[in-house]
Structures are given as C-alpha cells and as structure tokens.
C-alpha cells in the first residue's frame, strides 16, 4: 500500500475526510471534511490569518462575495482566457486536460484513452469559470459566475479599503475562501477538486519596488512551510516560463511539492503588475488610483500575489505527518506497527485526550471535571473504551500530542500520567498542574 493509499484510508477510517455523496454512490473529486478535518482545516486557516494579517500592520482582511458583477470577471480577462485545454475520447467520451497527458502534441494529442485505448480528439480551451443565473430567469442577461479566484474581490474593493483604512503603500489585503473551477480533474483524493478554499493576498507596492518584494514573499512562503512541517527537501521552487504563465502575470513561481503521485503545484508567487486594476478602472470608469498622502501623486499600484491553496495545505500536511514505527506489545518480544500522525502541536485537531483507565464511578468523577476543564483552553478528546494500549494507538493515529492517563492512584495523590506522542515518555503530575502543563508544551 504506498502511501497516498494509506492517508486517503485514515483520513476515512479516523474523521478527517469523507466522499461526498458517498450514499447516493459519490460525486466525482467530491471531498467532506469530516469532524476532525475540519479542525485541522480550521486550525491551519486560523494561523495563516494570525501570522499574514493580525500580526502585521499593513495586512487588513476582507470577505468578498462569492457572486459577482460579470462584468468583473469580463474586465479580468476570465471569461475569456481562463481555459484549460481538454481532450476528449472518440469513443467512451471520457474528457481529460490535455496538459496532463504526457503525448500532448501542438494541436491534437498523439496517443490513446488511458481509460479504453480509443482515439483522442484535439485539444480545445475548455474554461472554468462555473456558471449560474440571478433571478427567476436563466437567459443571457441573468447570466453570472460563480468566483474563479479571490483576488478579483480584493481587487474590486481596493479603492474602498484604501479609502477607510488609510494605509500606506506597501500594504495588503487579504482574503480566504471557497473558490469554484469547473475543471476536468485527475482524481488524487483532495489535490483538485471543482470547489476548494484559498488563501492569498494581493500585496500593492510601487513599481520600481516589484522585485524586493517579491523575494520577500517567497521567503516568507519558505517561513510558513516550514511552521507547517514541510521539510525543504520535499519541496521545490520553479521559475514559470514566458507563454506558461497567466494572462496577468509578468512572473510566476510555483512552490512544487513531492507527492506520491509527482511533482505538482502546492503554492504560487506571482507579480501581476497593474493588469487587475488598470482593467477595472477602464471597465467601471472608477479612478482606482491610489493617492499618496505626502505627495498627492496619484498612480496605479502593481501587485505581487501569494496563493496559498488550502486544501493542499491540508493534504501535505498530512503527508509530511505520518509516520510509521516498531511499538512494543503486551506479549513479551512482540512488536506492531505505530502509525503516528506528527501535526506540529497548534495544528493537531485534539491538543489531549483524557483516558480514565476504567469506567468506574470514582476515575469518572475527577476525569469528567479535567475534560470539562481541559475543554475550555483547546480541543480536547475523552475516551474510556478499550485497553489504554488500543486508546494511545487511537491518539496517536489521529495525532493527538498529549495523553492524559488516570488511573485508581489518582483517587489518592490527585496526579495524572501524561504520555508525549512523539517520543511516548510519560510524566506524573498534579491534576491542577495539567492545564498550564500543556499549554507551555503547544506555546514552544
């Protein structure tokens, strides 16, 4: 079992993701996110906005729309140019992006179906923008689109924001959300999917001053990567050529990350120059020129743009996390597998568990009051079923860092046993010690 195969399985088996529609037979690269993916989702989109905008003083945050006017995506250049080249089978029909078969030729695809061997059609611009109407009526003039990208929103509101927030140039705005591409997807459980979350920031700057702040970002991409977990050799930085890249990029890097099915993107990097806002201001007739507030010159920022895509972040974590080793048994000699989920302590969906050793009334009523406790400082588990051998497994599996054991010396002393995950020591302490115990442990 390699080990795309192995994280899709635990994701299932343990809470974190599900096939959506999966009574009604599922929907193609349809994912749930279930309870506890949904709290290491959380968790990672909470510290992004921690660390790139409540922390910073020239960050500040938007919620756009997910509809918008189509004349934004029209002025944008999406509904145009925001195409992906398709292929599809003469004979079972099945359609494929061109640009992720290996045989793509100049104008038609040189080779067969990889799902029945038939003859492939030549590629065509398929474009992704999904489409839907306002109103009671479906006709041309109701006609609107689903967001394609977040950065038209903070676009669109730039003069707004410049206006009420009184920033000064370099500043951000940021935004994180669900964003909708009707396009042909290759499957590989949660990496592209139609519908996904994002994360990015449009980051205005002067001219001349595009290129320090591009290698900036890119360092701090490498900065957040690591506060993820990715080890560096895992991940690679690649220059996108002339021709490659977007409609409204002068340069684009993307961060590629090793995953067991190939090298494929995780994040961008791109500098989109003046492109967005120089496009609505002719398109709307708004002045969407930022004012400076010493020299009153007025002028049209460029942009440099990190794209971080939520869901991936989420899969590579994932990744990076697991791990396999040798665990003792309670037959002598004997060893099993440990499967151990290492999420860095703030991303771990539990940060404890409280294991009272029996069901007992006596371990129930001081376990239950520590839960209840524990609960209010950060996501806690409780678990009173099966040996405490199958429970640490159970933990460690779903990557809870910290064990928190009561046993009948409890009843005594008033201490607890609490077991580390990653290096599975155990030390005794106080129950009224436990939750400062902990908290110290995720602050490092």
């Known amino acids: 079992m390699d080990l795309m195969e192995k994280i899709t399985n635990l994701a299932k088996r343990r809470g974190f993701v599900f096939a959506g529609s999966e009574i009604y037979g599922g929907l193609a690269n349809s994912w749930d996110y279930g309870p506890l993916g949904v709290e290491l989702k959380k968790n990672i989109k909470d510290e992004w906005w921690n660390r790139f905008v409540r922390q910073r003083t020239d960050m500040v945050g938007i919620d756009a729309a997910l509809v918008m006017s189509p004349k934004v995506w029209e002025a944008s250049g999406h509904v145009k140019q925001f195409a992906d080249p398709l292929v599809e089978c003469k004979k079972c029909h099945e359609r494929f992006r061109a640009d992720s078969l290996e045989s793509l030729g100049t104008g038609s695809i040189d080779g067969k179906c990889p799902s029945c061997g038939g003859e492939l059609g030549e590629a065509r611009q398929f ?28 676009f669109v509101d730039f003069p707004a924001v410049a206006q009420t927030m009184r920033r000064r140039l370099p500043f951000g705005i940021a935004a994180q959300g669900r964003v909708f591409r009707n396009e042909i997807t290759p499957g590989n459980f949660i990496f592209r999917t139609r519908e996904f979350d994002l994360m990015e920031f449009e980051y205005f700057v002067r001219e001349v001053e595009w290129e320090k702040h591009f290698e900036y970002w890119l360092e701090e991409m490498h900065a957040w990567l690591a506060h993820c977990g990715v080890k560096k050799e895992h991940y690679y930085v690649k220059d996108i050529e002339d021709g490659e890249r977007a409609h409204y990029s002068k340069r684009t890097i993307d961060i590629e990350y090793d995953y067991p099915f190939g090298r494929k993107e995780l994040y961008g990097l791109a500098y989109r120059t003046d492109f967005d806002l120089k496009n609505h201001m002719e398109a709307s007739g708004r002045d969407m020129r930022y004012t400076d507030p010493e020299t009153s010159e007025k002028f049209l920022p460029h942009v440099i743009e990190p794209t971080f895509g939520l869901d991936r972040t989420v899969l590579v974590a994932m990744l990076e996390a697991y791990h396999e080793d040798e665990a003792p048994t309670a037959e002598e000699g004997e060893k099993e597998v440990r499967v151990v989920m290492k999420f860095p302590y703030w991303m771990a969906p539990y940060k404890a568990a409280v294991l009272p050793l029996s069901k007992k009334e006596e371990l129930a009523k001081i376990a239950e009051p520590l839960y209840a406790e524990l609960r209010k400082a950060f996501m806690c588990d409780y678990d009173e079923t099966q040996s405490i051998g199958k429970r640490y497994r159970r933990q460690d599996e779903i990557g809870t860092p910290f064990c928190i054991t009561l046993d009948f010396e409890t009843i005594n002393d008033n201490a607890v046993t609490v077991r580390d995950r990653d290096t599975m020591a155990q030390e005794r302490i106080q129950i009224a010690d436990v939750k400062d115990y902990i908290l110290k442990k995720l602050a490092v």
């Open 127 to 154: 474009n992704l923008l999904f489409k839907t109407f306002l109103g009671a009526t479906e006709d041309a003039q109701s006609q609107a689109y689903l967001r394609g990208e977040l950065a038209q929103g903070m």
